[in-house]
């Protein structure tokens, strides 16, 4: 089955740097790759995901790209504000399997 | 517009004990997760179910149960809780495979 890896597990950054979350997944079948961002007290959301047809894709200040080869995908996220920090989750969906399964999450700080 | 509706919000059980969770969704989504989330395990997936009548195993499904008898509401139950249940569980739907997963806020369990 599919496994994904997450890192790193937390992450501190500065207001205005740019942050960057990795993961690799072991299903080469898998062709699908969601971010989720998760604040306190609440359930995930869907922020930008990726089909394995398309190598980067953006939206606004954040952009996700995927390697097939290497079978690794990031999160990037440029000029982070305060609002950024949270929990973000990667996940991988094979292409035969209904399941999406995710990462271990990154706990993102933005300090000030 | 609700979206996904989980109940309760909080439980506290005893070993031994017994309880359905409630999820609900109103966007007439065909498919509906399980997960439950640990600290440092991410999300991991329970079961699922990809239309009224069907459910299928996650990669944690040892003493859960579910049942989708109608299209709208998924339930999880434990029939015997432990102590290694306490955890946050998730609810999530989607319109379909390998897209957006809609969750709910999540259901606090503790088993003493």
């Known amino acids: 089955g599919e496994n994904v890896e997450q890192h790193p597990s937390t992450l501190s950054v500065q207001e205005g740097d740019s942050a960057v979350i990795k993961c690799t997944y072991s299903d080469s079948a898998s062709n699908y790759f969601p971010w989720y961002k998760q604040e306190l007290g609440k359930g995930p959301q869907l922020i930008i995901d990726?089909?394995?047809?398309?190598g980067e894709k953006k939206d606004q200040r954040i952009a996700v790209t995927l390697n097939k080869t290497a079978k690794h995908f990031s999160l990037h996220i440029t000029e982070t504000q305060p609002e950024d920090s949270a929990v973000y989750f990667c996940a991988a969906n094979p292409n035969r399997d209904d399941k999406i399964i995710f990462g271990k999450g990154t706990r993102l700080h933005i300090l000030p | 517009n609700a979206g996904v509706t989980q109940t309760p919000k909080f439980r506290v059980l005893k070993t031994g004990q017994s309880m359905t969770l409630l999820c609900a969704q109103d966007m007439n989504h065909e498919y509906m997760y399980w997960y439950r989330q640990d600290p440092g395990m991410g999300l991991r997936l329970i079961h699922y179910s990809v239309g009224e009548g069907t459910t299928a195993k996650g990669e944690v499904p040892d003493g859960y149960n579910v049942s989708r008898l109608k299209k709208q509401n998924f339930l999880l139950g434990l029939e015997s809780a432990a102590p290694s249940q306490t955890s946050v569980y998730f609810c999530a739907s989607s319109g379909q495979g390998g897209s957006t997963l809609h969750f709910g806020n999540g259901t606090r369990l503790t088993v003493t």
């Open positions: 990726i089909r394995s047809n398309v």
